[in-house]
């Protein structure tokens, strides 16, 4: 008797605690909605009295991955994130900047530097408390596995998709256009394309017909940039530097920005100028008082210049860019 | 004489379970309230509560309605549902050490979501319900195949072979997941490294859905079961003689274990350890019949991970780590702790 009462107990308590669990779910669907209404309320109304010329309005925009994005007339506080190149070419400030464990986007922190950071993964909760009124993303990744549902409860979420995130002037107009800034936008474009076609120029006049490449070492491993993605297209599209034939045959077969090459390829490299960003100073960049990278001709005539990792070359943007192409002009052109 | 001694030992033994259960209830209350205060965003008791009865902030609705609360259900319904898969697995293959890694649920997940990963560059391009639903396809399998492999006809399925055949397996499963992991790109793999290692990634409302119907159908199964399973756990050819119908009660307890963990590893990767421990640890405290070792084991469960994952967001602040290595990180001492003791 008393056992039968007391296994009771047990199975109501089981019971209880997945209803309770049941009705916390059930319970909150309708809280989900009210919040939902609350937060896209309290989007809207914030900017300040601006004057500028062409009052903006808001927008409504098909983001990269067919979202039908609201847009704030004048957004005052942006998250974006990975992005902040472009904030920066535009001059306006986000509410936070990217960040991982072991450091931010140093080439920028000249007009980023007090603003706070934020984890790169963007945490729910890091977001929200910066109480953003946009948000920008970049690759199609960064919203992986329902995430884009939770970022847009927080504020009007905008991702430029992998395609226009892969090529910084297509970013460029469209976060432009975004920001109600496109003849910015234009303009920071039409000033690179004229920076890049003198400095075309000036190269081809100081060193015709030499080969450039640019090497990453980190890890105690070699690689080398693509001749078509990231400070590649700088160099050899931009700048029409020569593209060495190592460059051109790891680009063909790689798939990454910057891809691994070995120290049997790293022998036969026929570059003329090499741009070295090491990421390995801190460890003593063994790699580089190896026998075979002595052997390498740019490096025995001396034509090796060397960058840290908080230079502009590992990322991508305009003004990233336009760093590159001015770290070339310095190097090459004497 | 005799008699008294047995029912007082037995009144004492059952008070002492309603008691292990009731403390288990209040600890996961307990870390369900701390777990509800944890996070980026500050908020005092005072404001949780208010919240939850519909007096807070636009902003504080979000972060608990959306943020914290889907999780924190996540993360009780994956512990009871690993936990309890734990528990049968143990008892079907009489074997102490079974967990649903053993039978090759965690690597059959892990190796179709790597395959899809390689394939499609981008795990992007799928709808978010996609990677779930191959895990718990993978997951599935590879437990078939196990089981397929393990089945004899008459006999039905041999505890050794199951335990022999999973670890096999797993090994190939693994070995395919490593080989085409060379293959991929950093962040490819960091894509698939981090779900592996259990990082509850997807932690919205319609994965506590997708979830719930495999726990609140599964758990009350195996519980009516329980009798059928200390029966088994007695193993074959007793429980044969017993009168059970092992082979069929074999099939129908293990599909609901592979039902269980499998749901759980598509949502939540794989967070490895808590089938193994919350079983030994429910033991410990209210012993070996599966009536209360069930309930105990579930609850066990839901609890480690939910102490695990409040943990991983409030160590490393604001960055996050991992739930499945929180687990093993409090789950590996205490195990060893427990065999220590169990030698002794």
């Known amino acids: 008797m008393f056992g039968k009462g007391k296994k009771l107990v047990i199975v109501l308590l089981s019971v209880m605690s997945l209803s309770l669990v049941l009705a916390a779910c059930g319970g909150n669907k309708e809280n989900n909605g009210n919040a939902n209404n609350a937060a896209t309320e309290s989007a809207s109304p914030t900017p300040a009295a601006t004057e500028t010329a062409a009052a903006p309005t808001e927008q409504k925009l098909t983001d990269g991955m067919g979202h039908e994005v609201t847009i704030p007339a004048n957004p005052q506080r942006i998250i974006a994130s990975y992005l902040e190149d472009y904030l920066v070419a535009l001059g306006v400030k986000p509410v936070a900047q990217w960040s991982v464990a072991n450091g931010i986007q140093e080439y920028l922190q000249g007009d980023l530097k007090d603003i706070p950071t934020i984890a790169y993964d963007l945490p729910y909760e890091a977001v929200t408390s910066f109480t953003p009124d946009l948000m920008i993303l970049g690759a199609n990744s960064t919203v992986d596995g329902g995430k884009y549902d939770q970022y847009a409860k927080i504020a009007p979420t905008f991702v430029l998709g992998d395609e226009v995130n892969n090529d910084w002037r297509k970013a460029l107009l469209k976060i432009g256009e975004v920001l109600q800034k496109k003849d ?118 001396g034509h090796v210049y060397e960058y840290d990792r908080t230079s502009s070359w590992l990322y991508y943007g305009p003004v990233a860019s336009s760093q590159m192409i001015d770290n070339v002009l310095k190097d090459l052109v004497k | 004489m005799k008699g008294t001694m047995i029912s007082l030992a037995e009144v004492r033994r059952k008070r002492r379970n309603t008691l292990v259960i009731s403390v288990m209830l209040i600890g996961i209350l307990a870390a369900f309230l701390i777990s509800m ?21 636009a902003q504080q609705h979000l972060v608990l309605f959306d943020f914290r609360l889907p999780r924190i259900i996540i993360s009780i319904l994956i512990g009871m549902g690993l936990a309890v898969s734990g528990a049968v697995l143990q008892a079907l293959t009489r074997n102490a050490l079974a967990d649903p890694g053993i039978i090759g649920i965690n690597s059959g997940a892990g190796m179709v979501i790597l395959l899809y990963v390689a394939f499609y560059s981008s795990p992007t391009a799928a709808p978010a319900y996609l990677l779930p639903i191959l895990a718990w396809l993978g997951g599935g399998v590879a437990a078939l195949l196990v089981f397929i492999i393990s089945y004899r006809k008459h006999k039905g399925l041999s505890s050794n072979r199951l335990v022999l055949n999973g670890v096999a397996i797993s090994s190939g499963f693994s070995a395919v997941t490593i080989l085409v992991s060379l293959r991929i790109n950093p962040e490819q793999y960091q894509f698939v490294s981090t779900w592996l290692a259990g990082s509850i990634w997807s932690k919205d409302w319609s994965y506590v859905t997708a979830l719930l119907p495999f726990i609140v159908v599964l758990l009350p199964f195996v519980y009516f079961k329980s009798q059928t399973i200390n029966v088994l756990n007695l193993g074959a050819p007793l429980a044969t003689g017993l009168g059970a119908a092992v082979a069929k009660q074999q099939i129908w307890l293990l599909a609901a274990a592979v039902g269980l963990a499998s749901s759980c590893v598509a949502v939540s990767g ?67 702790y427990l065999m220590f003791r169990t030698k002794g």
């Not at chain 1, 700048?239 to 077969?253: H, R, Y």
């Not at chain 2, 965003?41 to 007096?55: A, E, H, Q």
Request: aromatic share 6%; no cysteine; charged share 15%.
């Open chain 1, 184 to 301: 910015q936008a234009q303009k920071v474009l039409d000033d690179y394309n004229a920076k890049a076609a003198d400095a075309k120029t000036k190269l081809q006049a100081a060193i015709p017909d030499q080969s450039v490449a640019a090497i990453w070492l980190v890890g105690n491993k070699f690689y080398v940039v693509s001749d078509k993605l990231s400070s590649g297209t700088v160099l050899y599209n931009d700048l029409g530097l020569k593209v060495p034939n190592v460059v051109k045959e790891i680009s063909a077969s790689g798939t990454g920005s910057w891809n691994e090459i070995s120290l049997e390829k790293l022998a036969d490299l026929d570059a003329d100028h090499l741009i070295l960003v090491n990421s390995d100073k801190a460890t003593g960049s063994e790699a580089l008082k190896d026998p075979i990278w002595q052997s390498i001709p740019a490096v025995k005539n």
């Open chain 2, 37 to 57: 205060n944890t996070g980026v965003i500050r908020m005092s008791p005072l404001d949780v509560v208010k919240t939850l009865l519909g007096f807070g902030t």
């Open chain 2, 270 to 336: 794989s967070i490895g350890f808590v089938g193994l421990i919350a079983p030994h640890l429910a033991r410990r405290l209210v012993g070996q019949r599966y009536q209360i070792l069930l309930p105990a084991t579930a609850l066990a469960g839901g609890l480690l991970v939910l102490v695990a994952d409040t943990l991983g967001r409030w160590i490393l602040q604001p960055s996050e780590i991992p739930t499945g290595i929180v687990v093993a990180v409090i789950g590996a001492p205490y195990f060893l």
